[in-house]
């Protein structure tokens, strides 16, 4: 199957330093891959929405200058989480859409946990 | 705008025992639904999915129906495994290019030996 990787699994910073999160589709191009933040014991809230080559669309309630998102190739999209703070420690999944984007299946990365001391 | 409502966990089963897990879907149109399942430590994995009416998606022992009627999409087994512990995710995504997928709360499954 599809695979998207996502490093690093794990990350701990200090607060008001930045944090780069990579999405990488390992076997397919993804035209269109997507941010999501899962709180404990919550659901996946969907951030942001991001295409090869433009400008991230984000979600209602998502700061864009905090949360930079850039898919700068048809497997690579970046998280960037400046100037952390402890609340936006959370677990940050990203998806990418394969083969028919109307009704295909997303395949998801394992995951980063962002703590922020 | 568009939404899953699952049933509140956690669940908590003996192996053996049949298994449903409620869910249900507000959309613009008819979108395609899924449920994706969360193992411990690990990244979402597709379980099963339709994408239209009256379609039933299976896999593993699993299986969901696209009921349009009712909005819903249930998830069923006839016997739980230990090895089925897991979160639970039901979804849906509308038929444009480069929607994503809205998510369920999750439902925790907990089957004990």
């Known amino acids: 199957g599809a695979v998207v990787s996502q490093h690093p699994s794990r990350v701990i910073c200090k607060s008001g330093t930045s944090v780069k999160i990579e999405c990488r589709s390992l076997d397919f191009q993804a035209t269109t891959m997507f941010w999501y933040r899962q709180f404990p014991k919550q659901s996946l809230m969907l951030m942001a929405t991001s295409n090869e080559g433009s400008k991230a669309t984000y979600e209602q309630g998502v700061e864009k200058d905090k949360f930079l998102i850039n898919h700068a190739s048809l497997t690579l999209s970046t998280l960037t989480v400046t100037s952390a703070h402890p609340e936006d420690s959370s677990f940050y999944i990203c998806s990418a859409s394969r083969g028919d984007a109307n009704t295909g299946e997303l395949f998801f990365g394992e995951g980063s946990r962002l703590t922020v001391l | 705008g568009d939404s899953v409502t699952q049933m509140e966990g956690p669940v908590t089963l003996s192996e053996e025992a049949f298994l449903t897990i409620n869910c249900t879907y507000t959309a613009t149109g008819y979108p395609s639904l899924f449920w994706y399942v969360q193992y411990p430590g690990e990244g979402l994995q597709l379980l099963l999915k339709a994408t239209k009416a009256d379609d039933k998606g299976s896999n593993k022992g699993f299986e969901a129906t696209y009921r349009k009627e009712t909005t819903s999409f249930h998830l069923e087994k006839g016997s739980v495994q230990v090895s089925d512990s897991a979160v639970y995710f039901c979804?849906?995504?509308?038929?444009?290019?480069?929607?994503?997928?809205?998510f369920g709360k999750g439902t925790t499954l907990s089957v004990s030996s």
């Open positions: 979804a849906l995504r509308r038929r444009q290019a480069g929607t994503a997928l809205i």
